[in-house]
Every structure is written in C-alpha cells, then in structure tokens.
C-alpha cells in the first residue's frame, strides 16, 4: 500500500483538473462556453484549458445558449465529446430546446445509432449572494426530462470523480455544480485522483440510528452540520449524499431509510413539484413498513429565488433541519 | 477636473475611426431570384445533370403523391408534402458527395429519399412506428427534426467538428420560412459564420408557415438578405427552377468545401399542397394564386427544356415515369404490410445502460405482456 499525499483543493480546482485530465487523455473532448477561453470562466473552472489545448479544444462561443448546446449536438454526431459550461443555471433555460428536444432522445429516437456523449456543466444553487437569475436550483426540470442523466458533487473528491465519470459517459449528463462549494476546501490527493466510479450511486457521509437526511449537493454540509448539532438532543443521524437523481440509488436510500425507520429530503430547491417529492414517494413505496414517521421534506419555499439579502431566510438550514427531525420524533411518540 | 473648470483648454474629438469589418456589398443578394431555365444560361447548363435532376423530380412528384395517398388510406399518420418544391429537395440531395451530411426539417422525406435513403425507412417518423428509421451516420442523414429550426446548430456543430478533424466534409441544412423567425435560426447563422464553418443553409420559402404568409413572419427585404448581417453571404434563387437551385447550392457547397465558410440561400417556391393531409388551405389562401403557381411547375419547366434541346424524347419521359410507378408500387407494397413491433423496444435506447427504474419498469411492462398472452388480463 503506498500512502498519499492529501492536500487541501478546491472543489473548483478539482473540476479543472478532471477537465484537463480529460482533455490530455482523449482528443475529442471540447469544452465550450461564454468566456471559457482566455478568462477561464467566471468561476475559474476552465482555466488554463484554452492556453494549453489551444482554442480549437476550449472554445469561447457567441453568446447564446441554445447555439452553444445545438452546435454541440452536430459536434456529437461528428464523434466529439463537448462540454459545455452553461455560465449560470438561470442562463441555461434558452438551451432547454435543444436538451428537452435533441440531446435528451437522441440515442432513442434513432434506435440507438447516434448516442449524443455531452456533458453540460451548470453551476447552480444559491447561497453566494448572487443577483436575480444567479442561483436557481434547476434540478427538477432535468430529472424530469428521461435520457438525461443528473448528477452533483458535494465533496472535492466527487467533483473529480463524478466529472470524469460524465465526460466518459456515453450519454448526455447533466453536470449540477453546487456553486457556493466552488471553494469549500478538502485534502484530496490532486497526484493521485481518486478512481472514476460509474454514475449512480449514493454515498452515506455520516452513519447513525435514530433518522436518515437524504440530500445532495449544497446541501450536504448543512446536513452534515445539523448531525454534529443534533449529537446534543440525543439524536444519531444518517447522512445520505446521493450524488446522482438520475439514476437513482434506491438501494442505498433505502437500506439506510430501513436502518433507521425515518426519513428527511433536504434541498434548496422549491418543495412543490421538486426533487423531494419524488425521493419520499419512493421511499414510502419501498420502506413503509419500515417507517416510523411520514417522509418529511426541508426545502427551499415555492418562490422565485430570493434577493441575496433574504435568502438566508429561503434557503434550508440548521434550524429548520433539526425542526423538521423533531417532527420525525415527535409522529413516532404518539 | 470636469469639462467646465478646464474650459478653454478642453477640444472635443471626434469618436475613433470606424470601418465597416467587411464591405457589405459582395454578401448582398441579387434583386432577382437567379435562374436557369428559359434563359441564356441554360444552354451552358449540363445535359446529363438536366436529365438526372428531371428523372428525380419525376420521381420525387409521385413519391409524393403516393405518399399523400398512404394517408388516405390510414397508412400514414400524416404528411406533408413536398408537391411543387421537388426541385429543391432534390438539388439538395443532389448536390452533396457522399461524405456530405444532410440535415432536413420533418417536411423533407423527399430530400432524404433523393440522396438514396429507403423510402420506406425514411417514413418511419411519419408513419409512428419508430421517430427515425435508420441510421443517420451510415447516410449521413441526421434524423428529421419537427422542432423548428433547431437542426440548424447541429448541422454547423458537424461541419464545424469535421474541420476541426480536418476531413472534406459539407453539411446542407433545410429549413422554412417560417423556420428562420426561430432564435435557433439566427444562432445558427452566426456561429457558423463566427466559425467560418462548411454549411450551407437553403431556406425554402413556399409562402406559408401553416397558415402564416411570409409578410407576417419577417419585414426583411428578402430571408437572403439576413445573411449579410451575419457576414455570409446570401442567394436567391427560382425554387422551382431546378437547374438554377443546384447551381446555386453546387457553388455555396464548393465555396464552403474551400474554406469560404457558410451561405445562406433563399429558394422562392410554393407550396402546392397544404400544409399536411390535416389542413384546409382553403381558409388562408385563394385558387388563383395556387394556379399561378401551378403553371411555374418545376417539372414542366425542366422537361420543356429538355424537349426543346432535343434531350429527351417520349421514350424518356415515359422511362422516367416508369421508374416513378416502379417506386410508387415498392412504397406501396411494403406500406401495406402491418409493422411488427415490439413493446419492450420501449425501454431501448434511452440510455447506454437502463437505470434501475428502467429495469423495473421493463419487468412490469414483460409481466403485463406474459398475462396478456395468457389471457389473464
Ligand atoms: C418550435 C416549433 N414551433 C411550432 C411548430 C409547429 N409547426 C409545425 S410546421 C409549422 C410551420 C412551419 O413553416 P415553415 O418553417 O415555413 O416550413 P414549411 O411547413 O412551410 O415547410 C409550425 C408552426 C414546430 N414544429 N416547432
């Protein structure tokens, strides 16, 4: 066994490494986007890649989204791999013909013989203080569109991993970067980078007995958070990160959700008509007989986003957390 | 220091220089669509390609009435005919080598079947057994898009990867008029001259977006003249003359395949028929104006002046007709036959690897089946 060296990176530093990675050992990939090119991105990601694979490979675009994500269909067909950055979740919404239309059927609509290989990076999320249209949690129209698969880190690691597995995917993947993680820092083995694991499983973060907290993304270290919190009430929880909403890991959800006989979903995004409603039908579906308490969901309220000044009061944290596991209690007292 | 305190010393400059990047006038279209056909030009034109492009829109012209009749009979779901646009789906197919890709809009069946592709696979999308019958990279056919417009970028994403590849690759992207108000349009046009991409775009104006007629949908002098505010080029030229359209696209595929980057051309036709079997074009559009455009019809007009230049004869004309009922009989044969599906094709093809909700929806689907042939449902 050798030992690694850990050192501290960035989540960001960790999706530009995985780009590059990606880029030196397979000449079809592309990265393309609004100023990836000589400004690297605005959050960065991209930088360094137009100076060392010239700007046939990292390509700064017109601006305009449904072109970036159209022309990488045609570059698709020709056997290319893009990836495109869309610059923020937002922003992303004039490409949704091309994905809801094109790229999300390709591969079924010609049976097969013409799978689209794209990955489409959206920074997404709130939580940075961002001005109208800069921090949308979107997820819930993509997992909603079939053919597409979903995925977002929460850790450094995983946004290396999870990139690389996207970039090799044979499918279109829908690449959800948690942007208020961009430099959320961790020790993580850039000489080394941790192994390409296949798209679709969730990892549990933290074990404990008493609740399981399902989320992803952002998400995650404030449920990490709340764990540490709820040690206090006496409270053991599980944290579930599951990485990936399309495909889903009902395995891993579910073993954990049996474990502990009650479940939370906690994300940014508007509960009515978003992800959580999916994950605790599911859950209730596979585990009734296991459940101590009806599934409860912490989520963003149904508004539009916020001005940054009041997000703080949109965005699930600690508190509400801990509230709504109190009411998982609370449903099994009585 | 504001302007007033520094009075006196302060001189108003004017603005930097400014040039136009390119002299606007080589881009700009002809004040009249470019033809062929009865003019001077057609003695230069060749007989063998003459003779070629009139067996194709024979062809073409039956395909689409046998078509329109598959409908009838319930055969076909729908479709909308190409009657009176013949010479600009087959100059299209025509035009392109075989390394050349085709990217046609859901009315282009006959551009696609033009460039060699089986009739029968080309009418899948419109017959509902499968949205695209074949594959597109083995024809370098992308499949037909409904969405309006939006095979535009994808045809400059080819061209565009191709030449990056660095292989003599041409795409040729059809769409309507009614197509070019689409925002997919406009970004289409602009990366493809920003890439300088091979691509050629050849709008067919026929007068109506469904029931819209072209002065609703733009206020543009012509949809030629939208390529100069891009940078490309633009053309227009007699749709219905089908020696003139080849030779327009023939010089945009060349000056793409050089290294000029794209065009934009413009075809002025007609539709004939309406919109699909579904329309009624009576509630939008007068007999007078369909027979003005009936008596500009592109066959006539080729085969006059192939009998005028003594290059076909009766015996030719019947030839290409009798090509015409022989493809006509095959479509009809194999249309007539029930298609076999099956259900479990469903969950194929929507990823690389089903997700494990695929998988349990598959089972469910297999086990509704399994009681179905039993009997027990
Ligand atoms: C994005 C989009 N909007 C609306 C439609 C519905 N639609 C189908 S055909 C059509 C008119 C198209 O007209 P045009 O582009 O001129 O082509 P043509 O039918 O004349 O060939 C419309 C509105 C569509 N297919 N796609």
């Not at chain 1, 013989?113 to 819930?140: F, K, N, W």
């Not at chain 2, 057994?129 to 417009?149: F, M, N, Q, V």
């Not at chain 2, 400059?156 to 059809?174: I, M, Q, T, W």
């Not at chain 2, 079997?277 to 007999?287: E, H, I, S, V």
Request: glycine share 8%.
């Amino acid at each position: 066994m050798t030992t690694v060296a850990l050192k501290p990176a960035t989540m960001a530093q960790a999706l530009t490494r995985a780009l590059r990675d990606a880029m030196a050992e397979d000449p079809t990939v592309h990265v393309m986007g609004e100023d990836v090119g000589t400004l690297g991105g605005v959050f960065r990601v991209t930088d360094g890649l137009a100076k060392e694979f010239g700007e046939d490979r990292c390509t700064d675009t017109p601006l305009a989204e449904a072109g970036i994500l159209g022309t990488a269909v045609g570059m698709a067909m020709y056997g290319l791999r893009p990836v495109v950055e869309m610059q923020f979740d937002a922003f992303a919404y004039p490409a949704f013909e091309q994905l809801i239309s094109h790229v999300s059927r390709m591969r079924n609509r010609t049976r097969g013989a013409m799978p689209l290989p794209i990955t489409i990076r959206v920074p997404y999320g709130g939580g940075i203080g961002g001005v109208e249209h800069h921090s949308d949690s979107s997820e819930a129209y993509y997992m909603a569109t079939p053919g597409l698969h979903v995925v977002t880190p929460a850790t450094v690691a995983d946004a290396y991993g999870l990139l690389r597995a996207s970039i090799a995917s044979d499918d279109p993947v829908v690449f959800l970067e948690p942007k208020r993680l961009y430099w959320s820092k961790d020790t993580w083995n850039p000489d080394e980078p941790s192994p390409v694991e296949p798209i679709g499983r969730a990892v549990v973060r933290r074990p404990g007995r008493s609740a399981t907290l399902i989320t992803y993304g952002p998400s995650l270290p404030v449920c990490l958070e709340s764990a540490e919190a709820a040690r206090a009430e006496g409270w053991d929880l599980e944290v579930v990160d599951l990485r990936s909403l399309v495909p889903f890991d009902d395995e891993t959800v579910c073993a954990s959700v049996r474990r502990t006989g009650r479940a939370l979903v906690v994300h940014e995004s508007g509960g009515y008509g978003g992800p959580g409603g999916e994950i605790a039908a599911r859950v209730t579906e596979r585990c009734f007989h296991h459940l101590e308490a009806p599934v409860l969901r912490v989520a963003g309220f149904d508004i539009p986003y916020p001005p940054p000044m009041l997000e703080r009061h949109h965005l699930p944290g600690v508190d509400r957390i801990l509230d709504a596991v109190g009411r998982l209690q609370w449903e099994a007292d009585n | 220091m504001t302007v007033m305190e520094q009075r006196g010393a302060y001189r108003p400059t004017p603005p930097p220089a400014w040039q136009p990047r390119t002299d606007p006038a080589p881009l700009l279209p002809d004040a009249a669509p470019y033809r062929v056909l009865g003019t001077e030009a057609a003695a230069q034109a060749d007989p063998a390609l003459l003779r070629r492009l009139y067996a194709e829109l024979v062809r073409g012209r039956r395909y689409n009435a046998q078509a329109t009749a598959l409908t009838k009979q319930g055969r076909l779901a729908v479709y909308p005919s190409t009657t009176g646009q013949e010479a600009c789906e087959v100059a299209a197919a025509l035009v392109l080598q075989e390394q050349d890709w085709l990217f046609p809009s859901y009315r282009d069946t006959l551009a696609a079947v033009a460039r060699g592709l089986d009739p029968v696979q080309a009418l899948t999308l419109l017959r509902g057994d499968w949205h695209t019958g074949y594959d597109p990279r083995e024809h370098r056919i992308a499949p037909l898009s409904t969405p309006l417009a939006t095979q535009l970028p994808h045809a400059v994403g080819l061209a565009h990867a191709a030449r990056l590849k660095g292989d003599d690759v041409v795409a040729l992207a059809l769409v309507g008029d009614g197509g070019t108000s689409e925002g997919d349009f406009h970004e289409a046009l602009n990366f493809a001259a920003v890439w300088q991409a091979p691509v050629v775009f050849l709008v067919q104006n026929n007068g109506f977006a469904i029931s819209v007629p072209l002065a609703k949908q733009t206020a543009a002098p012509s949809l030629a003249h939208k390529a100069v505010g891009y940078g490309m080029p633009g053309r227009l030229v007699d749709g219905n003359d089908a020696a003139a359209v080849h030779e327009v696209l023939a010089d945009a595929v060349r000056h793409a395949r050089e290294g000029g980057g794209p065009t934009l051309v413009e075809a002025i036709t007609y539709r004939i028929e309406a919109h699909t079997n579904a329309d009624d074009a009576t509630r939008y559009r007068g007999d007078a104006e369909v027979e003005a455009w009936r008596a500009h019809d592109p066959i006539a007009l080729l085969e006059h002046e192939l009998t005028e230049r003594g290059l076909i004869d009766e015996a030719g004309i019947k030839a290409a007709r009798d090509a015409a009922e022989t493809m006509a009989a095959e479509l009809r044969a194999h249309m007539n036959q029930d298609p076999v599906l099956d259900p479990m094709d469903l969950f194929a093809d929507v990823y690389a690897e089903p997700t494990p909700q695929l998988r349990e929806q598959r089972e469910q689907l297999a086990a509704e089946l399994a009681a179905e042939r039993e009997g027990t449902h």
